[in-house]
Structures are given as C-alpha cells and as structure tokens.
T-cell receptor, first 113, second 115 residues
C-alpha cells in the first residue's frame, strides 16, 4: 500500500524566515496531495493541495511543489508568522485505493517571535 | 455555512463497552471519511462512505463499523472497546467521489477515552 514519509518531525524558525516541509510517497498512482494544518484541539484544516498534473501551486505565502519522478512534494511557507505555529500534515491519495488518503506523521512547526 | 460537525466532542467509555460517534457533513457533500488519530501520531484511515454505501475501509478490525444515512450524515461504531482505541476520531466530508477529484474538509473530532 501507499507509504508517506514526512520530514522533519519538528521545525523551529524565526519569525519572517521561510519554512520547508518535505514528503515522499511510494505509490506512483497517487494523484492528489493535500496539506493540512492542525492547531491544538482542532481538526486538520486544508491549506493547499496539488494534483499530479501540476508541478507547483502558490497561495499567498504558501506554495507546494511536486516532483512526480522522484515521488516527493514539499510545502513552502514564506515570511512565517507566530500564528503559523501548528502541526502540518501531508497526505497522498491514489487512484488504486479510492477514498483513502495516507498521511505523513506530521511536522510540528514553531515560529519564534 | 456550517462546516463538518461531530458529536460528542468528548466521550469516556469503559473497556468492553460500545461507542457511537456522529458526523454531519458540509451541506451538499455526499462523501464522508473517518480517521483515527492516536495521541501524537498521524491520521489512520478507517472508512469511506459515499452515497450511503461503504466504499473502502482501512486496516482496522471488524469491531470498527459505521453507516451513512440518507441525509449523508454518518455514524462510527466501535464495539468491544480496548484501551488502545483511545484517540481523536476525525470525520471529513467532500463532494461525491474520492480525494483526487475534490477537497475534503475535517471536523473538530471526537476525543474517545477508554478507561
């Protein structure tokens, strides 16, 4: 089945710096890659997603890149703010296992003021 | 517009009992997904319902079951509760079809504690 690895598990940056979180996946049939932000005591919130026919997508300070050949995708957050502090999860969905998203183990991002 | 709503927010049960968790999807969404998130861990896929039918399930024992009602709300049942079932149970919904065609949005979760 699909396996998603996420790195790093923890990331601490200074306010204003950039943060990068990387994920790799194993199933070449995966075609949808969402990123979620989870704050303490809340459910995951979809922040950006990318499909396999696109290499990069940006939404203000957040961007995601996808390298299908290498089977990895990354989340980039620029000009980080303290409110960006949360746990971030990547996920991958495969056409061969419909309805199931496989999640990475999460990255705890801390933005220091 | 209301998001995905789950009830109850917290549930405490004794080992061996049964737990029932409920989820109301976003209006217009017909797919409902259930995930288990053990403390400090990632999300593990449990079940996917679409148009009232179970479409896929994860690697969980049969005592984890559920159903989807005609109004697309869903129920997750966990029988013969074990201590390791203690976790945050998350429900997500999307328009019809699996992820890959449309975004899924999560509720706040139900915190199940088995004592």
């Amino acid at each position: 089945g699909e396996n998603v690895e996420q790195h790093p598990s923890t990331l601490s940056v200074q306010e204003g710096d950039s943060a990068v979180i990387k994920c790799t996946y194993s199933d070449s049939a995966s075609n949808y890659f969402p990123w979620y932000k989870q704050e303490l005591g809340k459910g995951p919130q979809l922040i950006i997603d990318i499909r396999s026919n696109v290499g990069e997508k940006k939404d203000q300070r957040i961007a995601v890149t996808l390298n299908k050949t290498a089977k990895h995708f990354s989340l980039h957050i620029t000009e980080t703010q303290p409110e960006d502090s949360a746990v971030y999860f990547c996920a991958a969905s495969s056409r061969t296992n419909a309805g199931k998203s496989t999640f990475g183990d999460g990255t705890t991002l801390t933005v220091k003021p | 517009e209301a998001g995905v709503t789950q009830s109850p927010t917290h549930l405490i049960k004794t080992r061996g009992q049964q737990a029932t968790l409920r989820c109301s999807p976003i209006s217009g969404h017909t797919s409902v997904y259930w995930y288990q998130q053990a403390l400090g861990l990632g999300l593990q896929f449990l079940l996917w319902y679409d148009e009232g039918e179970e479409r896929n399930r994860g690697n969980f024992p049969p005592r984890f079951s559920g159903r989807q009602f005609p109004n697309y709300s869903s129920e997750l049942n966990v029988n013969a509760l074990e201590l390791e079932d203690s976790a945050l149970y998350l429900c997500a919904s999307s328009f019809s079809g699996p992820p890959g065609s449309t975004e899924a949005f999560f509720g706040q979760g139900t915190r199940l504690t088995v004592v």
